[in-house]
């Protein structure tokens, strides 16, 4: 018979594993979100980008994802409803400590933090997620990682979607002890600008289809992590 020590462990057991379960469980159900942060950085900017990208993936993976965009906050309780969190913006990104907090538990328990750098959040977002995970650093993915072959070959690397400074684009993996991507940055590249609609930034149809391939390599790969 348990006593109440180990009673209460064993409940806090089955309430850490149960979250990871909606964590990891829910995707085809809660679809992607975005995340709405404060700061001054555009959150909001092309919001058709993760309807696009869950079209072309119901399309060519045969997934069902709602291709609705939620939007979400950090310091919401329905973060932990949503295992793919999508962050972009040109400004500013600053994170309370409650979000802190939150944002950290999500992450530790299966969700996964897309961010890409739409041009301009590249310091902002370094500084906040190393306040989120102080004790890992972001590591800069060779072509070889299976990210890249998760479905189509990008195995020459990250593709180049915007301009941007000139700079090669680059992709990071932020893992956890277990070596779990818990969180992919995408930096002189903007990858999801090329899932936005035609007109939008007048992306030829190869750029975007280059980029939402992309996209769906990153579904894939999660969905075998």
């Known amino acids: 018979m348990f006593g109440s020590k180990n009673l209460k462990l064993t409940l806090i057991f089955l309430c850490f594993g149960s979250l990871i379960f909606a964590v990891t469980g829910n995707l085809t159900k809660t679809g992607f979100a975005r995340l709405q942060y404060d700061g001054g950085g555009d959150w909001y900017n092309d919001p058709e980008v993760l309807p696009n990208l869950a079209t072309f993936v119901n399309a060519n993976l045969g997934t069902q994802f709602p291709t609705d965009q ?8 329905r973060l932990f409803d949503f295992p793919f969190v999508y962050l972009t913006g040109h400004g500013n990104i600053r ?8 944002l950290r538990q999500w992450m530790k328990r299966g969700g996964f933090l897309y961010a890409d750098d739409d041009y301009g959040m590249d310091a902002s977002f370094r500084r906040e997620i190393k306040r989120i995970f102080p004790e890992y650093e972001l ?17 020459s690397g990250v593709p180049k979607i915007h301009e941007h400074d000139g700079k090669p684009p680059q ?17 002189e590249t903007n990858i999801s600008d090329g899932w936005a609609d035609p007109g939008t930034h007048n992306n030829p149809p190869e750029v975007r289809e280059t980029a939402l391939r992309f996209g769906a390599n990153i579904i894939q790969y999660i969905s075998n992590q």
């Open 70 to 77: 939620a939007v979400v906050k950090a310091s919401e309780v």
């Open 95 to 102: 994170f309370t400590d409650k979000e802190i907090d939150n």
């Open 139 to 155: 590591t800069l993915l060779s072509a070889s990682h299976p990210l890249f072959t998760a479905f189509y070959d990008f195995s």
């Open 171 to 187: 992709a990071f993996g932020l893992f956890d002890d277990e070596g779990r991507m818990m969180c992919l940055y995408t930096y």
